[in-house]
């Protein structure tokens, strides 16, 4: 029964009902004691009659209310009236994002920040063990200053409990096209199959809910629940390029990295995905955007602060500063997140230092053109495409004597993957067959050229296509090509996706021929694949492998190369951490044409190579 105005709650004196849902109710109330006004929200009793759960979710309310984050509400008190609880949090003025998307898509730059607060909350309870299980857009709310805050962490363990009446209650059977199905098109594929979760399922909600802020839709939408589940379990979402040609790619990426069906091919951590949201703001398409007030209140402390900084400095020292820039290029969402990594420890280093990270959509070959030209001075490149840079005119029709290498970095392979039931067993049998070779004048496709060219394959004995990795995958399992090759990082996500089809396989390369391969390019070595990297793969596989690589312009400092080294050397593990798989990183010792170091290096590398103590 709802509370009338001035009753009683404790020591909290009703004043009104603000709303009720399928949770409860909501009351804005004042405390005396303090002398300001709150909110109470009031559990449903069918959620509250197991005491088990009951216990449990105070337990997690009253974890929650520890929590001291601006992108969290603040939860004051928990507390039980006649076997029902309730929490008294802090009163905010402003709309739930779901009114906020009611009245249309926020601009490009809006739901960036938005997305950046939200994640920056996730990131601030997981590292506290608190997953929220429930996250939708009706579960955040836009304060009028702009203030992202997540609502209603522990209610959804609450419902965990109380059985198909409160699930049912939240998956409201909708017939109509384009009604919101509440929160069955928030649900990860783990929770839909009813399986444990983890923080993991936060980062899935939350990739829905940024597809929804910058599209307008549902990324997976259905007229019934029925029809909604199945999209989450089995479809991928529509790219947002489809729904506005103006988002950048990078964008893209990260969102749908967010949405991946395995959980273990998301991104592992609320905080990677600011970091990728950090990289995104750079993007042109984004930079037009006008900022907020309260963006340019932000920015303007922070220059503030980085003024006073800088002052105290110089008072120290009576010496001014010399301000360095670096321009990083990225190569794809795996060196994105590494970027972004590199990027907050050189900045956190080198507070002087103005670190500026772009995207690319040709790889490293456009890596080695942005170096060249001078708008970049230190980038992510492979092996291969380093070499012939430097070594030969193969990539930029000219030997370059601009670029460096600096340190080597993870492992990638080239893949050969088919449909499952495919009569191609060998490289020579792709001859006269459609490949999807790579993405145009990109690192991907001279790899790939190199490749067929060592095994006899040229230009006319197949059809080229080009592709990215997602479209390659599909292509291959709809049967629109007979093959596809890439050169990823062990696992890739994209060619994961189509082997948890169980429709796809890769095509294991000739050992005798990958040995000469590896003879004329000691950085180019042979690789097995592992059955277990991917579950379906039923034997190994050889292949090759190469590295990629930090490099740098030949015109860059030193002094400030050496100094990169290393920072990276000291937060290693933050940059292994960005990236899993990148467990052999070289740091801490002279890179070696065996490791992958296929270029001479920086004098500053080298400077800093000579300081480090023997093994």
């Known amino acids: 029964m709802p509370l009338s105005p001035g009753a009683r709650l404790g020591a909290y004196e009703i004043l009104t009902l603000i709303g009720s849902g399928g949770m409860g109710e909501v009351y804005r109330a004042h405390d005396p004691r303090l002398g300001r006004d709150v909110a109470i929200k009031i559990v449903l009793p069918a959620l509250s009659g197991d005491r088990e759960h009951l216990r449990r979710f105070e337990q997690e309310a009253r974890a929650a209310a520890a929590l001291n984050d601006p992108n969290i509400l603040t939860i004051h008190e928990v507390g039980q009236t006649d076997g029902v609880p309730y929490l008294v949090t802090e009163l905010l003025d402003g709309r739930t994002l779901r009114e906020v998307l009611q009245c249309g898509p926020p601009s490009v730059r809006q739901a960036i920040d938005l997305a950046t607060q939200i994640a920056n909350g996730l990131a601030a309870a997981h590292a506290h063990g608190i997953v929220h299980r429930d996250l939708k857009p009706e579960n955040v709310f836009i304060t009028k200053d702009g203030r992202a805050k997540i609502l209603d962490f522990g209610l959804a363990k609450l419902a965990e409990g109380a059985g198909d009446s409160a699930m049912l209650t939240r998956m409201p059977a909708v017939t109509v096209p384009g009604v919101v199905l509440g929160t069955v098109a928030y649900m990860s594929p783990e929770q839909l199959r009813g399986e444990v979760v983890d923080y993991r399922t936060d980062i899935f909600a939350f990739g829905a809910i940024v597809y929804e802020m910058l599209s307008g839709a549902h990324a997976f939408a259905g007229r019934t629940p029925a029809e909604t589940i199945s999209a989450i379990l089995t479809a991928d979402p529509v790219r947002l390029s489809t729904h506005s040609t103006s988002l950048p790619e990078s964008l893209d990426r990260t969102v749908r990295h967010c949405l991946e069906k395995q959980r273990a091919d998301r991104f592992q951590s609320a905080k990677d995905i600011a970091f990728a949201l950090a990289n995104v703001v750079d993007a042109p398409s984004v930079r037009r955007a006008l900022p907020s007030p309260r963006e340019r209140y932000v920015w303007m402390s922070l220059v503030l602060a980085l003024i006073a900084t800088v002052g105290m400095l110089l008072y120290q020292q009576r010496v001014q500063p010399r301000r360095t820039n670096v321009t990083l290029v990225t190569t794809g969402l795996v060196s994105e997140l590494v ?92 001859r006269g067959k459609k490949v999807s070779a790579g993405v145009d004048d990109s690192g991907d496709r001279f790899g790939v050229d190199l490749l067929l060219d060592h095994f006899g394959i040229g230009a006319n004995d197949i059809t080229r296509v080009s592709m990215d990795a997602e479209r390659a995958v599909n292509a291959v399992l709809d049967g629109s090509v007979d093959a596809g090759m890439l050169w990823q990082g062990i696992p890739a996500p994209d060619i994961r996706r189509g082997f948890d089809s169980g429709r796809m396989r890769l095509v294991s390369l000739d050992a005798e021929a990958l040995q000469s391969l590896h003879v004329k390019n000691p950085f180019l070595t042979p690789f097995v694949i592992p059955p277990r990297i991917y579950p379906r793969q039923p034997a190994a596989v050889t292949t090759v492998q190469t590295k990629m690589l930090l490099v740098a312009s030949r015109s860059m400092s030193t002094d400030v190369v050496e100094r990169i080294l290393r920072s990276l050397a000291d937060h290693r593990r933050d940059l292994i951490a960005a990236h899993p798989t990148a467990s052999q990183v070289v740091f801490t010792k002279v890179p070696t044409v065996e490791d992958g170091m296929s270029i001479d290096l920086h004098p500053g590398a080298e400077r800093f190579y000579r300081s480090q103590p023997k093994s």
Do not use: C, Y
């Not at 060249?372 to 193969?394: I, P, Q, W, Y």
């Not at 080597?408 to 993957?417: D, E, P, R, S, T």
């Open 339 to 430: 970027a972004s990594a590199l990027r907050a420890v050189l900045v956190n280093a080198e507070p002087t230092w103005s670190v500026d990270v772009r995207s690319t959509t040709a790889g490293s070959v456009e890596a080695a053109q942005q170096l060249e030209r001078g708008n970049a001075n230190l980038g992510f490149m492979n092996s291969l495409v380093a070499f012939h840079t430097v070594k030969t005119d193969r990539v930029l029709g000219h030997r370059s004597e601009a670029i460096a290498g600096v340190a080597v970095l993870w492992g990638i392979a080239a893949q050969v993957f088919v449909e499952l039931h495919s009569p191609v067993q060998h490289m020579e049998d792709l």
